[in-house]
C-alpha cells in the first residue's frame, strides 16, 4: 500500500497541532494529546482519501477525532473543544476555498466550482462527523 502521506508531513501535523494547543491555552501537560488528535487527522484524511472520496475520508477522520477528543476531555476533566480544534485544524478546506476564489477571479468557472463544491462536501462532512461523534461520545455535561 502506497503512502499518501510521509514522517514530514506527520512531523508537520505534530508541530501543528502543539502550536494551535499554544494558540487554544491548552495546559503543556495536555499538548501531546493535541498532537496526537493532529496527526490522527493528518494520516486518516490522507489514507482513506487515496480509496474513498475525500468528503467521505474526511468524515471518518473528523468522527474519530471528535470521538477520542471525547474521551480525552473526560479523562483529563477539560473540555473537549480543547483537543478538538487543534485535530480539526487540518481537515478544515482552506486550499480549497483559496483555490476556487483563485480559479473564479482568473475566469476558470468550470475548476472554481468543482473546488468550490468539493469545499462544501468537506466542510458538511466535517459538522456532521463532529455531531454524531458528539452524539455517539457525549460530554460529560450530558451523563
Known amino acids: 500500500m502506497h503512502l499518501a502521506i510521509t514522517p514530514f ?12 494547543g499554544i494558540i ?8 501531546i494529546h493535541a498532537t496526537v488528535l493532529a496527526m490522527i487527522a ?11 472520496h475525500v468528503g467521505f475520508a474526511t468524515f471518518v477522520s473528523a468522527f474519530v477525532v471528535g470521538s ?9 476533566g477539560k473540555p473537549a473543544q480543547a483537543f478538538l480544534i487543534p485535530g480539526v ?8 476555498i483559496y483555490k476556487a476564489f483563485a480559479g473564479a477571479m482568473s ?12 469545499a462544501i462536501v468537506v466542510t458538511a462532512s466535517i459538522s456532521f462527523a463532529l455531531l454524531l461523534a458528539n452524539w455517539i461520545v457525549p460530554s460529560r455535561r450530558t451523563l
Open 89 to 96: 485544524m487540518f481537515l478544515v478546506p482552506g486550499t480549497s
Open 9 to 20: 508531513d506527520l512531523l508537520i501535523a505534530a508541530i501543528g497541532g502543539g502550536c494551535f
Open 42 to 52: 493528518k494520516l486518516g484524511a490522507a489514507q482513506i482519501s487515496e480509496s474513498a
Open 24 to 31: 487554544f491555552r491548552i495546559p503543556p501537560k495536555y499538548l
Open 107 to 118: 475566469a476558470d468557472y468550470q475548476s472554481a466550482m468543482a473546488l468550490l463544491v468539493q
Open 68 to 76: 477520542i477528543s471525547h474521551i480525552f476531555a473526560r479523562l483529563t
